[in-house]
């Protein structure tokens, strides 16, 4: 009697560096996103075929289990992945499946000797829309289809990949005219009377910089970002961020992407509120320039600072 064929592995590459996907991740949910990202190719490498079909209830609550979060959070975070391209977004999205790409590149040597093939998107598209009868059956309860079918099938795979695509494309498309237009209005409509003194501001960022790169010019888009930002939360919230940014370790460069912010990413105004809530916040104690500042100091600094941009003397 013939030994099954092994449609699973026992390991996979982990590679040491990271790229894009695992560094927002990680910044989202910090440990609990890296090790859900990690955890999760091991179940991929242990699963049958290599793919997650999280539609049966029983299967997604064994996968919360094993990541050791709730089920509001791990859902969170694979939509995240399928969104950045660490699993197959139309897979998830359609099927609630997960099935990854470059997983099954990292573990094509496993398959050279083997007589069982690794299964890829195309095998799944083909499980999911097979019809069981006139089929005959194959190991794994799966259905063997003619060749007329198979070739119609993975022309229709095709065509889905591509109108994925499209739609991905026409999605970033509308986002970025919205957030254009959102910006407009927020220029046009919600400009603030007080007269900021720019040229003091721009010398107390220059003054307070740290390690990120100088501004030399604020420009009328700049003056106008920050009169909003300064409406909404306060006159002394400008300096608060920039004093803030200058104590934290993480936006000084000290990550493992030697990644710095600059003037522009500061004044966005999701990063602007993040910095501002302490969410880059340093961890563990350490001082920079020998001196460690409460919010205490921040809020004197940024006083005496807005007192000399408004030209007030005390």
């Known amino acids: ?13 982990h590679e040491c560096t990271h790229g894009r996907k695992m560094h927002i991740i990680e910044t989202k949910y910090g440990n609990d996103g890296y090790a859900t990202w ?6 991929l490498g242990k699963a049958n075929n290599h793919y997650i079909d999280i539609s049966d209830e029983m299967t997604l609550m064994f996968l919360t ?4 979060i709730d089920e509001k959070k791990t859902i969170s975070i694979l939509t995240d992945l399928s969104k950045l391209g660490g699993i197959d977004k139309f897979l998830f999205d359609e099927y609630r499946i997960i099935w990854s790409e470059k997983f099954c590149n990292s573990i094509e040597d496993a398959y050279r000797k083997r007589k069982q093939k690794l299964f890829l998107k195309d095998d799944i598209l083909r499980l999911k829309n097979s019809i069981p009868s006139g089929n005959a059956s194959i190991p794994g309860g799966l259905t ?3 060749p007329k079918n198979i070739k119609k099938e993975v022309n229709t795979a095709e065509s889905i990949r591509k109108e994925e695509y499209s739609i991905v494309k026409e999605s970033k498309e509308e986002k970025r005219k919205e957030e254009s237009t959102n910006v ?4 046009k409509n919600q400009l603030p009377t007080p007269n900021i003194d720019f040229d003091k501001l721009l010398s107390f960022f220059n003054s307070n910089r740290g390690l990120l790169p100088e501004v030399k010019k604020m420009s009328d888009s700049r003056k106008k970002r920050i009169q909003i930002l300064e409406k909404q939360y306060g006159k002394e919230s400008i300096q608060t961020v920039i004093l803030k940014t200058k104590e934290s370790l993480f936006l000084q ?3 493992k992407e030697s990644w710095t912010a600059n003037f522009d990413w500061i004044f966005k105004p999701a990063n602007f509120l993040k910095i501002l809530e302490d969410n880059y916040e340093n961890r563990r104690i350490t001082k920079i320039g020998n001196s460690s500042k409460s919010d205490a100091d921040h809020k004197q600094s940024a006083v005496n600072a807005v007192n000399a941009m408004y030209g007030i003397t005390g």
């Open 1 to 13: 009697m013939a030994r099954e064929q092994r449609k699973d592995v026992d390991y996979f590459p």
């Open 38 to 43: 990690f955890k999760l190719l091991e179940q």
């Open 65 to 68: 289990s094993t990541f050791k």
């Open 144 to 146: 063997e289809k003619t």
């Open 184 to 187: 407009l209005v927020d220029l």
């Open 253 to 255: 460069g000290d990550n």
